[in-house]
């Protein structure tokens, strides 16, 4: 099976230009979670869509960043314009809440993007 | 708000001898918990959870970790080391009930002397 499938694994771009990353969930899954993590803050959660709806987006840092699930197989989170202080690597995951009437909170991770604004 | 605290951002051990990472959580309701690994370039791999079943939970890779309510703990082990187990390890918390959300540790980095 695919796993969570992100692109591009590494962009770098200069201060001020607009930056897209994309996200394909796992087939049948109904969370997807936007993390980013740094050195200095570690792993922190940006937003949540559950059947792609955003559930909660109170991580997200400013408004230059949103995040958008047109449908149940992608996903993209946005910067615009970006910054040096977005330079990170940002990790997708998605995840299956309920199955066959068990809960399951485990959630299955990307490559991640590393991406570089100079 | 679940949280979870990780002893040590750093743990040097020497091949075969044994793992013991700290965590530590915050909750009167016992939540769910996660131990996940990064490997270099990689994204979070889950080595094992805890949902309210047994208690000494079993993961990949030789790894386990045991519930521990008297303690808020859930500390990872693995009895012997190897050169492939150098990477980094996030505990990981949920709300049983409502928030879905995943709160993760700083991280603890495993690094293993041949």
């Known amino acids: 099976d695919a796993g969570v499938i992100q692109s591009p694994r590494h962009e770098v771009t200069e201060m001020g230009q607009e930056v897209t990353l994309r996200c394909k969930p796992i087939?049948?899954?109904?969370?997807l979670f936007w993390y980013r993590q740094t050195m200095m803050r570690g792993l922190e959660l940006l937003i949540y869509?559950?059947?792609?709806?955003?559930?909660?987006d109170s991580g997200m840092p400013e408004d230059r960043f949103s995040a958008k699930m047109p449908n149940a197989s992608f996903s993209t989170l946005k910067i615009q314009p970006s910054e040096p202080r977005d330079s990170a690597v940002y990790f997708c995951?998605?995840?299956?809440?309920?199955?066959?009437?068990?809960?399951?909170?485990?959630?299955?991770f990307g490559p991640g993007t590393r991406l570089t604004v100079l | 708000a679940q949280s979870v605290t990780q002893l040590g951002s750093h743990v040097s051990v020497s091949e075969g001898a044994l793992v013991l990472l700290r965590c530590n959580y915050s909750?009167?309701?016992?939540?769910?918990l996660f131990w996940y690994v990064q490997y270099p370039n990689q994204g979070l791999q889950l080595l094992l959870k805890?949902?309210?079943?047994?208690?000494l939970v079993k993961g990949i890779n030789g790894f386990e970790a045991e519930f521990k309510k008297s303690e808020t703990s859930f500390h990872l082990t693995k009895p012997s080391a190897h050169m492939s187990d150098a990477a980094e390890y996030f505990c990981?918390?949920?709300?049983?009930?409502?928030?879905?959300?995943?709160?993760f540790g700083a991280g603890t980095t495993v690094t293993v002397r041949a």
């Open positions: 995951a998605s995840s299956l809440r309920v199955s066959g009437g068990k809960k399951y909170n485990e959630q299955f």
């Open positions: 087939s049948g899954h109904d969370y």
């Open positions: 869509f559950n059947n792609n709806v955003p559930i909660d």
């Open positions: 909750s009167s309701v016992p939540p769910y």
């Open positions: 805890y949902t309210s079943a047994a208690t």
């Open positions: 990981a918390v949920s709300d049983r009930f409502g928030d879905y959300k995943l709160s």
